[in-house]
């Protein structure tokens, strides 16, 4: 049962890096664009990474109560919503309210992943499975970018986002299904 759910785990993660990977590049530019300067943009940047330190210690301490999959559902549906939102922004505090929410979001899936990895590898085989795992999502994420950059020019940037939002959303629904198995016993 392991060998499935490290599968299914591999599949979400893997959509999941596609839908960041596809507006990464493209977001980074939307916040030099709403910023007027490079401080703006270091500050609003620099916010993203502070505010996920920041909650790493309170994620870890919810770990007791949750277990990895549901902090990947919450940062898949999380994520799926903030995106919605990200096209209309003109404001620069609200970007920065933005890098706080992305912050928090980016711990809860680091943690999860983390969590869920560890609970379905042990042994001998932790080792080419996880690099199994990293080769497939590392291959989503190359794709990703080279098709946003189509995206981008074909379409519009915010197409980008509502994109990356269903495949979020798509991602938490496959996770959603494995949530309550409890995958150390199997």
């Known amino acids: 049962m392991k060998a499935k759910h490290f599968v299914s785990l591999t599949v979400t993660q893997s959509i999941i890096f596609f ?66 939102f990200i096209p209309n922004l003109v404001l620069i505090e609200h970007v920065y309210l933005i890098q706080l929410i992305l912050g928090l979001l980016g711990a809860l899936q680091k943690h999860g992943e983390k969590t869920v990895v560890a609970n379905l590898t042990d042994g001998g085989d932790r080792g080419p499975k996880i690099g199994n795992y990293h080769f497939w999502t590392s291959i989503f994420s190359a794709v990703a970018i080279m098709i946003g950059g189509f995206l981008a020019d074909f379409f519009t940037i915010e197409l980008i986002f509502y994109c990356s939002s269903v495949l979020y959303v798509g991602s938490g629904w496959v996770l959603l299904k494995w949530r309550n198995t409890d995958i150390r016993k199997d």
Do not use: C, D, T
């Open 19 to 84: 839908a960041s990977s596809l507006i990464f590049p493209f977001y980074i530019l939307f916040l030099n664009n709403v910023g007027s300067s490079y401080s703006q943009f270091g500050f609003a940047y620099g916010l993203f990474a502070l505010s996920s330190a920041l909650f790493h210690p309170i994620i870890g301490r919810w770990s007791k109560k949750f277990e990895g999959q549901s902090f990947l559902i919450a940062h898949s549906w999380g994520m799926a919503l903030v995106l919605l």
